[in-house]
């Protein structure tokens, strides 16, 4: 059984910085495309961040420059660095992995078959 469990959110003031976590297990990181999607109330789930199989890293244009996404094979982890944080980044964020080798895309949440319960981002000005 797959589970992804996220860690690391919080409560910050604009301009700072989180680093949100996601551990593995009954998965192996990195053996499909992995991401992570954000959702803030009223609003449909988006794309955050993507790490696709052996490619360049994916972003949304309104994190671009200040999120990073990255792996820890050793740990099975899958990780956001969010830095220069911004009030519209509120929202509870949300690891997912595909299970199939589908096209990596921010745009096709629903092609992510894994998902973590989220952990939640919230950032006051």
């Known amino acids: 059984q797959v589970q992804l469990v996220e860690s690391g959110g919080g409560s910050v003031q604009s301009g700072g910085s989180l680093k949100l976590s996601c551990v593995a297990s009954?998965?192996?990181?990195?053996?499909?495309?992995m991401g992570w999607f954000r959702q803030a109330p009223g609003q449909e789930r988006e794309g955050v961040a993507l790490?696709?199989?052996?490619?360049?890293?994916i972003y949304v244009d309104s994190v671009k420059g200040r999120f990073t996404i990255s792996k820890d094979n050793a740990e099975n982890a899958l990780y956001l660095q969010m830095n220069n944080l911004k009030p519209e980044d509120t929202a509870m964020y949300y690891c997912?992995?595909?299970?199939?080798?589908?096209?990596?895309?921010?745009?096709?949440?629903?092609?992510?078959?894994?998902w973590g319960q989220g952990t939640q981002v919230t950032v006051s000005s």
């Open positions: 997912a992995a595909l299970q199939y080798f589908y096209t990596c895309t921010l745009h096709r949440p629903t092609d992510f078959a894994y």
């Open positions: 009954g998965y192996t990181v990195g053996t499909t495309c």
């Open positions: 790490l696709p199989l052996g490619g360049s890293t």
